[in-house]
């Protein structure tokens, strides 16, 4: 009920494009600028509905991935659902000037700030690094050292999201650790994991449990639920453990 009425608080804004990048072959990122946005705190989402000519709506939801440093501007990662209908429309077909309904931010329970402090433990499936993204930028931002550690799990090296941008952060001294598992190709020189993540990988890759990390798992149900259920058989605190699950319509 208490989401439900803060939804009905929540008004649609009018966000205009102002830049938009290709992230992978299937993922793009789309910056808005939004007169009266209100500002977001890290790992939070808005909803975005599409209106055709005949009156039809359609809404989905999209993990912010911007900092909240960023302002008046938001960035959306949208991955490509072939078979969806707001996925394809965003990315194949919207352009710099176009405008779309917004509405948010939405969402207090998944968000970290740095005055939260860590160490951090970012765990992320495929295009649930968004909002991982957004902790990270926020962190780089406030020229935050928290010690962090993300572990990305991608299909392959290509559909690494924010590829180049998390080696660039990695190599500045900031302290953050990332490390990938590709599950179905792999360059031929890849020493790293090839697997699914599993509790033995994150007993190798997560911090000790007596450091009580701070960790955000994003992606998949199945692999969200997989990956918490591993941390808490490994003796991690539940409360320390949010998670943020998103379904195959390509929303989080």
């Known amino acids: 009920m208490a989401g439900t009425?803060?939804?009905g608080r929540l008004s649609w804004q009018v966000g205009e494009v102002i830049a938009t990048?290709?992230?992978t072959?299937?993922?793009r990122s789309i910056t808005f600028a939004i007169a009266s946005w209100p500002g977001h705190r890290a790992g939070q989402h808005v909803d975005v509905r599409l209106t055709a000519e005949d009156g039809y709506q359609v809404e989905r939801s999209y993990s912010i991935a911007s900092p909240p440093e960023d302002g008046q501007r938001i960035t959306l990662t949208v991955e490509r659902i072939d078979d969806g209908e707001v996925s394809p429309y965003l990315?194949?077909?919207l352009r710099?000037?176009?405008r779309l309904e917004l509405r948010g931010p939405i969402g207090g329970h998944f968000v970290w700030e740095v005055q939260l402090g860590g160490p951090l433990l970012l765990v992320a499936g495929g295009s649930g690094i968004a909002p991982l993204m957004a902790m990270l930028r926020h962190r780089a931002a406030a020229r935050n050292a928290v010690p962090a550690r993300l572990l990305y799990s991608a299909r392959s090296y290509e559909e690494v999201v924010y590829r180049d941008e998390l080696a660039r952060i990695g190599s500045d001294g900031s302290g953050l650790e990332t490390i990938y598992t590709l599950t179905r190709s792999q360059p031929a020189d890849w020493t790293g994991y090839r697997?699914?993540?599993d509790t033995e990988m994150l007993r190798e890759v997560a911090w000790p449990r007596d450091r009580r990390p701070q960790t955000f798992i994003c992606g998949g149900t199945e692999f969200v639920e997989a990956a918490a259920a591993s941390l808490v058989a490994l003796g991690h605190?539940?409360?320390?453990?949010?998670?943020?699950?998103?379904?195959?319509?390509?929303?989080?």
């Open 5 to 7: 009425a803060l939804l």
């Open 21 to 23: 990048h290709a992230e």
């Open 25 to 27: 072959t299937r993922t």
């Open 91 to 93: 990315i194949d077909e």
């Open 96 to 98: 710099v000037g176009d």
């Open 195 to 197: 697997r699914r993540i």
């Open 237 to 252: 605190e539940p409360a320390r453990i949010k998670t943020e699950r998103f379904g195959p319509t390509g929303g989080t």
